[in-house]
C-alpha cells in the first residue's frame, strides 16, 4: 500500500511513502503520520491512496498518529481549492485547516483522578463519620473529580484513598474535558414567533436545504425554488440575507439551525469579532442546550486556551458537538454531514487572513457550501458591495428584512459639523459637541445607558512641536507613534516600537518644553468622560484593556446587568451587540476611515456608522445616534444617517465601475519588501517585466505600479506594490502561483501575494 503525503514543512510537493500491512487498516485519507525525510522525521498529511508510485526506493511510514483520521476528505479538498485559489503550497493551507493544538503528535487530552461510587458490600465494614460523609457525596454525586471531592468533603485524599481500599470507591484517571464556557449559567430559550419578513426567509432557506439533501441522496423528481432558477445562477444555495441592524436575522439563523439538526445536519457560525462570541455562544447553547434537538455548541477562537482548543475541537470530529461557532478559522471545522454554513456580518474585513494561506472566510464558506451540499447564509445590515452586486447578478439568492423584528423604530440619526464646534471657541476643536454633552446627560438621569465609538485606541494620536515641527515617529514604520497616558510610553501600532515619554522636543537644536500631544484616542475619551462625569460609572474596551481571555465576557456582562453608564470602545462594541437599554450611541470623529488610500474607504466608513447606530433603540425606548464629523456631507455620512444602503451602493457602484474595481473586477496585490529601498524598487520594476510579458494582454486586465505601499515601511521593511485588475480570477491565480514557484529574487527580498484584498495598505 503507498500513500501521497503532504509534510508539515510547506515544500510545494507531497511525497510517497509504503505503508506497513500491521498499519492498513488504520492509514486513510486524512490520517496523521510520522515518516523519514532525509537524516530526520517529520509529521504529515495523508492526502491520496495511490495504487503504486513511480518512485524508486519508496521508505515506510514510521507511526501512525492518533486513532481517527483528522483531516477528512471533503475538507481536504477544500484546502486544494484554497492551495490553488490563493497560490500557496497544499501544506500551508492544511496548517489552516488543522489548528496547532490538534497536529501535535503527542495525545492533547487532559487527564485527571475521577471517583466513583462502588456497591457496599453485604457486610459492610463500619466507617467514621468523616469517611461516611465522603462516600455520601460520591453517593450524591455519582461521579466527580477526586480534587472536587476532596474541596467538598474539606478532607485529605488518605480518607478517600481508605475507602477505595475498603472496595467502596474506585480512583481512576479520566479525560477531563476543557470546555471555556463551562461556567455559563444558561436559561433554556424557546423559538420566538417570526414576522412575515423573517418567516419568508426562513422558509426559503429550509426549502434550498431540502432540494440540497435531496439532490445528495439521489432522489427523481426534485424541483429547484424558482429563485433559483434564475440565468446566470452559480449558487443557488448561497443567500445574502439583508436585514436591518435588529430585524432578527440571528432568530432566522437559530430556527435554521435546528431544521438541519432535525434531518440530521450539523452547522457553523462565523462571527467576526471575539467580542461578539460570548453573547453568541450563550444564544446558541441556550437554545439547544435541552429538548429534542439537543447537542453540544463547540466553539473555536484565538483566545482559547491550546487545550481548550483541542478538546472543541475533537468534540465537533467524534461528533458530538454538531454546531461550531467561532471566527474564521471555524469554516474548517470538520462538521458532517454539514447541512448550513451562517456567516454574520459577512462584510467585515475580519474574515480575510492577513498571512498565507490569504483567504477570505466568507468565500470559502460559500464554496465548502457548494462541495458539500450545505446552505450558505451570509447576513448582514450593510452587505459588502460584492455580495450585494452578487445578488443582483442573481449568483446568491437575496433575502430582505427591512424593519426591525418588533415595533422598534430605526434611530434617529443627527449629524453635528464639528468645524462649527471649533469656530465657536476659537481654539483646538473639543472632544465633545454640546449636543452630545447634553444627551449624555438626559441618559444619565433617566438612568439609561450610553455606548461611545472611536476606532483609535491610545490617549493622543501623535507627539507635535509647533516650534521646530518634530514629530515623533517609529523608527522602524513610516507612522508616528501614539501617546499611551497610562503606561507613560509612546508606543508603534504597527511593530510595537516602544519609547518614554520626552519632557521637550526632542528636534535637533529644539528641545522646546512646550511641545503637545495631539489628536485623541479610546483612553482620552474616557478620561474627560470620568472628569466631565464623575459620578457615571465608566468603562473602556479595547485592545489595551481586554488583555485576559474573559475580560470580553466580565465587560459585556456589567453593561448588560446595568452596572457600567458609559461605554467608550473601538470597532470591537460596533457590531452584532444587544443591550436594549443603549439608548445613545455617540461616534466621536465619523471621519477617520474616510480619507485613507483605499478605494474601499467609503464603503467602510458606511459600514461602521451604520452598524454602530444599531446598536441604539434596541429595546422599549426610541435610539438616538449623533454623529461628530468634519466632512458632515460627504455621501457615506449622509447615507448612513439616513440607513439607506441601497442609495449607497447604486452611488458608489458607479465610481467603481468607471474606475474598474470591484465588484467589476477582481483584485490581485503582489507586495515586494527588503531592508533596502533601492533593492525593493529594482525588483519590484523587475517583476512588473514578468507580468508585462505574460498577463498584460489578457482582455480587460490591467497593471498598475510599481509604487511605494501607503505604509511605505513596517518593521524596517520597505514595501513596493503592483496591484492587478481582471475580470476573472482563476486563470490570473494559476500564473501567479506559477510566479512566486519559479521567480527568482535576491534572498533579502519577499514576495507576497493575495488574492482578493480587502486593504490595500
Not at 297 to 326: C, F, N, P, T, Y
Not at 606 to 624: I, K, N
Not at 727 to 738: C, Q
Request: overall charge positive; glycine content about 8%.
Amino acid at each position: 500500500m503507498v500513500v501521497r503525503v503532504a509534510l508539515d514543512i510547506a515544500l510545494g510537493r507531497e511525497f510517497d511513502y509504503l505503508v506497513p500491512p500491521q498499519w492498513e487498516a488504520q492509514v486513510e485519507v486524512g490520517t496523521r503520520v510520522r515518516v523519514p525525510f532525509g537524516a530526520r522525521e517529520l509529521l504529515g498529511v495523508v492526502t491520496e491512496l495511490v495504487p503504486q508510485s513511480d518512485q524508486p526506493g519508496l521508505k515506510a511510514i514510521r507511526k501512525v498518529i492518533g486513532a481517527q483520521s483528522l483531516v477528512t476528505p471533503k475538507v481536504l479538498d477544500l484546502a486544494r481549492w484554497i492551495a490553488g485559489y490563493y497560490c500557496c503550497p497544499l501544506e500551508i493551507a492544511l496548517k489552516s485547516v488543522l489548528p496547532d493544538a490538534v497536529r501535535k503528535e503527542e495525545d492533547g487530552w487532559r487527564e485527571r483522578l475521577h471517583v466513583t461510587r462502588l456497591q457496599r458490600p453485604g457486610e459492610a465494614p463500619k466507617l467514621t463519620a468523616r469517611q461516611e460523609e465522603v462516600y455520601r457525596i460520591v453517593e450524591e454525586w455519582g461521579d466527580l473529580p477526586l480534587q472536587e471531592l476532596l474541596r467538598l468533603a474539606e478532607t485529605t485524599s488518605s480518607t478517600v484513598r481508605k475507602l477505595e481500599d475498603l472496595g467502596l470507591l474506585r480512583i481512576a484517571a479520566k479525560v477531563s474535558e476543557r470546555d471555556p464556557h463551562a461556567s455559563d449559567v444558561l436559561v433554556a430559550s424557546r423559538p420566538l414567533a417570526l414576522n412575515e419578513e423573517q418567516q419568508g426567509a426562513l422558509s426559503q432557506i429550509t426549502a434550498a436545504m431540502d432540494v440540497a439533501m435531496a439532490k445528495e441522496a439521489g432522489l427523481p423528481g426534485v424541483v429547484e425554488p424558482p429563485a433559483a432558477q434564475a440565468p446566470g445562477s452559480t449558487a443557488s444555495q448561497t443567500f445574502l440575507l439583508h436585514g436591518v441592524t435588529g430585524s432578527g436575522k440571528t432568530e432566522v439563523y437559530l430556527q435554521a439551525m435546528a431544521y438541519a439538526l432535525e434531518r440530521g445536519r450539523g452547522a457553523i457560525v462565523l462571527v467576526p469579532e471575539i467580542a461578539l462570541t460570548p453573547q453568541t455562544v450563550e444564544r446558541f447553547k441556550s437554545r439547544f442546550s435541552s429538548g429534542p434537538l439537543q447537542t453540544l455548541v463547540a466553539v473555536l477562537h484565538s483566545h482559547l486556551s491550546a487545550g481548550e482548543r483541542h478538546d472543541e475541537w475533537h468534540k465537533i470530529r467524534q461528533g458530538r458537538a454538531r454546531i461550531v461557532i467561532g471566527a474564521r478559522s471555524a469554516v474548517f471545522a470538520p462538521v458532517e454531514p454539514l447541512g448550513l454554513i451562517v456567516v454574520d456580518e459577512e462584510h467585515e474585513h475580519s474574515y480575510k487572513q492577513e498571512e498565507s494561506p490569504r483567504y477570505h472566510a466568507r468565500d470559502v464558506a460559500v464554496v465548502r457550501g457548494q462541495r458539500e451540499g450545505a446552505v450558505v447564509v451570509l447576513g448582514s445590515a450593510t452587505p459588502s458591495l460584492e455580495s450585494y452586486h452578487n445578488a443582483i447578478r442573481k449568483k446568491y439568492r437575496l433575502v430582505s428584512l427591512p424593519n426591525r423584528a418588533t415595533e422598534m423604530k430605526l434611530p434617529v440619526v443627527r449629524i453635528v459639523d464639528m468645524r462649527q464646534e471649533q469656530s465657536r471657541g476659537g481654539g483646538p476643536p473639543p472632544l465633545f459637541s454640546n449636543r452630545l454633552v447634553e444627551a449624555i446627560t438626559q441618559r444619565l438621569e433617566r438612568g439609561e445607558q450610553t455606548m461611545l465609538f472611536l476606532n483609535r485606541r491610545g490617549y493622543s494620536t501623535s507627539l507635535q512641536c509647533k516650534k521646530c515641527g518634530y514629530v515623533a515617529g517609529c523608527p522602524n514604520c513610516s507612522v508616528s507613534l501614539t501617546y499611551h497616558r497610562n503606561a507613560q510610553k509612546l508606543l508603534c501600532h504597527i511593530c510595537g516600537h516602544e519609547e518614554r515619554v520626552p519632557t521637550k522636543c526632542p528636534g535637533p537644536e529644539c528641545g522646546d518644553p512646550a511641545i503637545r500631544f495631539s489628536g485623541a484616542g479610546t483612553e482620552r475619551v474616557e478620561d474627560t468622560l470620568t472628569r466631565r462625569f464623575p459620578k457615571a460609572r465608566i468603562r473602556r474596551m479595547d485592545s489595551d484593556t481586554l488583555q485576559r481571555k474573559d475580560d470580553f465576557r466580565t465587560v459585556l456582562n456589567d453593561f448588560r446587568t446595568g452596572k457600567i453608564d458609559i461605554l467608550v470602545g473601538t470597532q470591537m462594541i460596533a457590531k452584532g451587540l444587544h443591550f436594549p437599554n443603549v439608548t445613545l450611541v455617540g461616534i466621536i470623529h465619523a471621519d477617520l476611515s474616510l480619507h485613507l488610500p483605499d478605494f474601499r474607504a467609503g464603503e467602510r466608513t458606511f459600514q461602521l456608522l451604520t452598524q454602530v447606530s444599531g446598536r441604539a433603540g434596541r429595546g422599549d425606548v426610541e435610539g438616538e445616534v449623533i454623529v461628530q464629523s468634519f466632512t458632515p456631507f460627504h455621501p457615506a455620512i449622509q447615507f448612513a444617517r439616513r440607513h439607506d444602503f441601497l442609495g449607497f451602493y447604486d452611488q458608489e457602484t458607479e465610481f467603481r465601475e468607471q474606475l474598474g474595481y470591484p465588484p467589476f473586477s477582481r483584485v490581485a496585490l503582489l507586495t515586494l519588501r527588503g531592508r533596502n529601498e533601492d533593492k525593493v524598487k529594482f525588483g519590484a520594476d523587475h517583476l512588473r517585466k514578468w507580468l508585462d510579458e505574460r498577463v498584460a494582454s489578457w482582455p480587460g486586465t490591467i497593471i498598475a505600479g510599481p509604487a511605494p505601499a501607503p505604509l511605505a515601511r513596517a518593521e524596517n521593511y520597505f514595501r513596493y506594490q503592483i496591484m492587478l485588475r481582471s475580470p476573472r480570477m482563476t486563470r490570473l491565480s494559476r500564473d501567479l502561483a506559477t510566479l512566486t514557484e519559479t521567480l527568482t529574487l535576491p534572498d533579502d527580498l519577499r514576495l507576497t501575494v493575495d488574492i482578493d484584498p480587502t486593504s490595500l495598505l
